[in-house]
């Protein structure tokens, strides 16, 4: 399976690097950014298999390479680009019944989020103050039916010390929001990494065997990171250490 995710990745990834096709359909415009989209991956590949999730929404993959060589961005940069792009077009469909953008919609939303990104608009920052961090597969605990365990944490007191990060390689930003107000956790101070920052690049901007993310690479190399899942030593595939 690990191969066959490999040859995908590098199909999808191979056909955006062709130029960008001029469609001449009467009526039809395009944004002039499709080119920095990879194609989005086809339902039944939508998954997580280490987390035993589907993802509840197709989320738009950007070519680092591309991005990179024209906006002189870096791994982190592009990882908050892609994020914040996502989750700008989920709140946008969350509050419309439209499910698809007009090309100058699509073009704007690209444009205001990179200003954001060059302007140093972060989803993720830890304080400076911050040494230790737990880093929690919740994909696990929700497939095992064990959230009530991540409960059980804060209330021990094991976040007392360490900043708790939640990873989720299937929900969105704003699903793991609304999860964790139906589990009155959100008062705890969760951060969060969510399906939206995962990328088939890694921070060479090299094409890898899977979707994921470095997790080092978003924190200060003075910080220690304690995974925890519910299962000893079972760890998410999607998380590159």
Known sequence: MRYLNFFLLLTFISCSQGEVRQIDEVGYRT?????????ELPTWANHSASGMCFKKHSFHYLDFNKLSSVYQLNYLELLELQAQYNDRLESYFRSTTLRFLKPVEESAFFANTLENI???VRYFKLPETVNKVVLIFL?????????????KMNEGGKFDEAVPILFSACLSRQDLNQ?????????????????EWLSPFDSN???????????KKLLRT??????????????????VF
């Open 31 to 39: 944004s002039g950014i499709e080119q920095f989209f990879l194609p």
């Open 118 to 120: 060059k302007g140093g």
């Open 139 to 151: 994909d696990r605990y929700i497939a095992l039916g064990r959230e009530d365990e991540i409960r």
């Open 179 to 195: 999860w964790l107000i139906e589990k009155n956790l959100d008062q705890v101070g969760f951060y969060s990494l969510t399906a």
């Open 205 to 215: 901007l090299r094409v890898g065997p899977r979707i994921s993310i470095e997790v």
């Open 222 to 239: 003075n910080v220690e990171v304690r995974p925890v899942s519910p299962e000893k030593d079972h760890l998410p595939s999607e998380i």
